[in-house]
């Protein structure tokens, strides 16, 4: 069965402090893996990852995919409390009728205090 | 450019009453995607269209229907709400293998 599976379910930290999220995946002709941030509201996107060891970087965000070991980090450095969020791993699926379903992990829950 | 818009933001129902969450984007996309997402749970599929005309089911579909009217448009009906069908709900459309999502629905059944 095809999985998304993130740790830790939730984390509590300190402004200034360096976070690192997981994603692990099992997921039938991998294509992509996405990482969203969803605050009090719907999900924003921030990466899609297709390629191993290719980090992707949005100021202090960055991402990094291993397709061998079927995972992805997402750090966050200096993070700050406008970082507190819920982020959400997503890896596409092939569905029926030639589209793709997305599997969503259940998510990360950072908080940072001030 | 709106992107995906969802009605209403809010609504309250009892039991056995049905309604319609409506959905559109102007992104010209040939994909939309229903969702639910309860706490822990995170996002369940409920359904998903590739394109009009064409409607598959996801993961959590019991319950619901839709229609994909055109491009542009893919509601989402309860027929008999149930209060196991409190939720948030969020429509997405898909373009260049990233998924862009609607504000979101509030749905409480009482």
């Known amino acids: 069965e095809d999985k998304v599976v993130q740790s830790p379910l939730s984390l509590v930290v300190h402004e200034g402090d360096t976070v690192t999220l997981n994603c692990s995946y099992e997921v039938t002709n991998f294509r992509s893996l996405l990482w969203y941030k969803q605050e009090k509201k719907a999900p924003t996107f921030l990466f899609m990852l297709t390629s191993s060891g290719i980090e992707k970087k949005s100021g202090r965000l960055s991402s990094i995919l291993d397709k061998k070991e079927l995972f992805s980090i997402l750090n966050i450095t200096a993070t700050q409390t406008g970082d507190s969020a819920v982020y959400l791993c997503a890896v596409p699926h092939s569905g029926t009728s030639g589209t793709y379903k997305y599997i969503f992990g259940t998510g990360t829950r950072l908080k940072v205090l001030a | 450019n709106a992107g995906v818009t969802q009605t209403p933001k809010f609504q309250v129902l009892k039991t056995g009453q049905s309604m319609t969450l409506q959905c559109a984007q102007d992104?010209?996309?040939?994909?939309m995607y229903w969702y639910r997402q309860d706490p822990g749970m995170g996002l369940r599929l409920i359904y998903y269209s590739a394109s009009e005309g064409t409607t598959d089911k996801g993961e959590v579909p019991n319950g619901y229907n839709v229609s994909r009217l055109n491009k542009r448009e893919f509601s989402l009906r309860l027929e008999s709400a149930a209060p196991s069908q409190t939720s948030v709900y969020f429509c997405?459309?898909?373009?260049?293998?990233?998924?862009?999502f609607g504000p979101g629905t509030r749905l409480t059944v009482l």
């Open positions: 992104m010209n996309h040939n994909s």
């Open positions: 997405a459309s898909r373009g260049s293998d990233t998924q862009y």
